[in-house]
């Protein structure tokens, strides 16, 4: 499982049917150590109701048709989790209602 | 999955059993903003798409398995769909002329 933030959404109307119902997100990984984001945006399914501008955990391959919603489905990248907070040796290098309220 | 622009069409008479009446695509991978990135890849069409579309590029071997239903095909790079429109950060890109 990765950290990666979510940017953005798609709108496909012509798709494999099997994709059909599964909401895409745009996301872009994020670096651990600086909590920036690192790397290039790519597309994947949310499972948990995630929005733009949120943390999330996002798992790829085949774990990523594990989840209720994207079992037999053509997925290689769920969103299969928000973060709250991320702690690191003590630091605490993220957290959802600070970053939420601005602090 | 990743964004894409379909280049063009490969036709090949010889090959594995299974692609037969598959359509076969020039795919090229984008940016967020359709700009060209990374290399020029052959893919298997799921969402019958055509040259100039921008399509959602899946990469994975297991799903194409999905897509196509058939749980022995030697598959890697599938187009999934075709994208209308995708917002980033507030700004919308509609992908269709």
């Known amino acids: ?103 | 999955m990743k964004l894409g622009r379909i280049t063009g069409t490969v036709v090949s008479t010889v090959k594995y059993e299974k692609y037969r009446g598959m359509k076969l695509l020039k795919v090229r991978q984008l940016d967020l903003n359709l700009n060209e990135v990374g290399e020029e890849l052959v893919a298997l069409d799921a969402a019958n798409s055509g040259i100039g579309d921008i399509v959602l590029v899946n990469n994975d071997g297991g799903a194409a398995q999905m897509v196509f239903d058939d749980k022995t095909l030697i598959a890697s790079v599938t187009i999934c769909g075709v994208i209308d429109s995708f917002t980033c950060q507030g700004k919308t890109t509609h992908c269709h002329g």
């Open chain 1, 1 to 103: 499982m990765q950290l990666a933030r979510v940017i953005g959404s798609i709108v496909s109307t012509r798709k494999s049917e099997r994709l059909e119902g599964l909401k895409l997100l745009v996301a872009v990984p994020i670096d651990m150590d600086t909590m920036q984001e690192k790397g290039a945006p790519f597309v994947t399914v949310d499972t948990v109701g995630a929005g733009e501008g949120e943390i999330v955990m996002w798992a790829g391959g085949s774990s990523s048709r594990q989840t209720d919603l994207t079992t037999g489905k053509p997925v290689d990248s769920s969103i299969i989790g928000i973060v709250d907070y991320v702690d690191v040796q003590g630091m605490r290098k993220y957290d959802k209602a600070k970053a939420e309220s601005g602090l």
